[in-house]
């Protein structure tokens, strides 16, 4: 196995505090519920169970099928981990882009993995789970590891000529298929952590809060060959929406998506051309079954060690992602493709089972984990338990969600999605609708039609009524942008 090593935080006062709450549910006879927490990056709901039948996604498939699948759940902003983490919406300024973080931008939040410390918890940070990779590090983690791997950058690749071109623009592939095994690359070697972690955390009896941050499908696409084997070049097509006229869209609803154009025999401006965007749709997919291929390990020394009885897991997609959708690469923006992303949660003795259609938000995500252990809400959070609807119970869920990326702030519910900008002083800059009975691709803006004009006033009340109270807070500026991406230790 090839586990290397990890960094170890502990506060005196937190051992203490875990030890008088341990010793205390001794005596009631209580046993602490632990929590599983599985983050894919950049993963969008082209997955099997989400009716995606052409992905080979067995484990994740298997796990919808054990939990509850939430079919219309959204991130609150396309970055990972800041709201999600902290509980907080996005506001004005708050969680603004790829540089967010709760230590600046909400100092003082108490984090998910933080609560859960604070509460006896030993809680496990293994790769990249917060984006930030020093973000509320010391005060929410009691360990934090990372992987190690032959690249001198977070990039993991493997062959030769990648690697020495890795740090320069227009040098490396966008993707790597070499025939290895799955603890060559990153997630392979996190599995195996995961997995000794599990064992350990087994016989120490300590409940545990274990985050788990499966890099893939993020880019650069690099996976194992049999897990490009999985999808015949033959089969695959681009999104109906890859030809796209933009007519009638406001320009802010698009961007150069410069992520991807760091990569070899990608344009520096251009539209991606079709055969390009082929190969990496077929790179994209392999690299979410080798996702799920991880999940599947994982889940069955879960099994394996008697914990799945008393382990609520969370599975989801930090973000979408587009494909070539609307012409557009990459995540950040206001599209449904970019913002809707898979969320599975079970919950042991959880009498509801597979797909729960309601909308909801990341920011659910908090107060379920604590009403789901039995912990106490904290005051802060601003999202719903959706133990409601995980048990059937809740006849009055909102069924909507409000998201934000930069000046734009959307409205999502089953029927709707609206958008509208504004500059930081709150004027009006542009506005786009969907009406998803017709045009669930989002094909056509009719924000502008006289007989939609009653249902884009109530959308815009309704995101000034959700948006969250500190919405026009202002928070620091970041001092300089954070290097994209999980940073590894360099081997040595």
């Given amino acids: 196995m090839n586990i290397n090593r990890f960094s170890l935080f502990i506060v005196p006062s937190l051992l203490c505090g875990h030890a008088n709450v341990m010793h205390a549910q001794a005596e009631k006879g209580e046993q602490k519920k632990n929590v599983l927490f599985l983050i894919m990056d950049d993963m969008r709901t ?6 995606a039948k052409y992905m080979k996604t067995p484990n994740m498939d298997a796990l919808a099928s054990q939990g509850v ?21 996005p506001g004005q300024t708050r969680f603004w882009d790829v540089n967010a973080e709760i230590d600046r931008e909400a100092p003082g939040t108490v984090t998910l993995p933080q609560y859960f410390r604070e509460n006896g918890y030993v809680t496990i940070s293994n790769s990249k789970v917060i984006h930030g990779k020093n973000d509320a590090k010391e005060r929410s983690w009691t360990e934090v590891w990372m992987p190690e791997g032959k690249s001198e950058t977070w990039r993991d690749y493997l062959g030769d000529e990648n690697l020495s071109v890795e740090k320069q623009r227009g040098g490396p592939e966008p993707f790597e298929c070499l025939d290895v095994a799955d603890n060559a690359y990153f997630d392979g070697k996190t599995a195996d952590k995961t997995m000794e972690d599990l064992r350990r955390l087994k016989k120490s009896g300590q409940p545990f809060f274990l985050a788990v941050g499966i890099l893939k499908p993020h880019l650069p696409f ?12 033959k089969q695959i097509r681009v ?49 979410v079954s080798y996702a799920d291929a991880q999940v599947g390990k994982i889940m069955a020394e879960l099994k394996k060690l008697g914990l799945d009885k008393n382990t609520v897991v969370v ?83 909102k069924d909507c969600a409000i998201i934000k990326w930069h000046s734009g702030v959307t409205y999502f519910d089953r029927d709707y999605g609206y958008t509208q900008w504004n500059d930081k002083a709150g004027n009006f800059q542009g506005h786009m609708l969907f009406l998803y009975r017709n045009d669930h691709l ?39 942008p954070e290097r994209k991406g999980v940073q590894p230790h360099k081997r040595k």
């Fill in 222 to 233: 690099n996976a194992p060959k049999k897990y490009w084997d999985l999808y015949d070049p």
């Fill in 239 to 287: 999104p109906e929406t890859f030809d796209f006229n933009r007519e009638g869209f406001p320009d802010m609803a698009f961007h150069a998506y410069n992520e991807i154009r760091y990569y070899k025999n990608i344009p520096a401006k251009s539209d991606i051309p079709k055969e390009e965007a082929l190969k990496l749709i077929r790179g994209y997919r392999a690299c």
């Fill in 442 to 480: 989002e094909t056509k803006n009719v924000a502008d039609a006289p007989e939609n004009k009653e249902i884009v006033a109530h959308l815009q009340k309704e995101i000034g009524a959700r948006r969250g109270k500190d919405f026009m807070k202002q928070v620091p500026k970041a001092d300089k």
């Fill in 315 to 397: 599975l989801l997609g930090d973000h979408g992602w587009s494909l070539g959708d609307h012409n557009q690469w990459c995540k950040h923006s206001n599209f449904n493709i970019v913002n809707n992303a898979p969320l599975i949660i079970k919950v042991p003795g959880n009498q509801k089972k597979g797909a729960e259609p309601k909308v909801v938000e990341f920011v659910d995500v908090y107060p379920t984990l604590c009403e789901a252990v039995g912990l106490p809400v904290p005051h802060h959070t601003e999202g719903e338990s959706m133990m409601k609807l995980m048990t059937g119970e809740d006849k009055s869920w």
């Fill in 69 to 89: 699948m939430f079919e219309n759940a959204y991130c609150n902003v396309p970055v990972s981990g800041a709201s999600l983490f902290s509980g907080l919406r």
């Fill in 46 to 51: 082209e997955l099997n169970c989400y009716g």
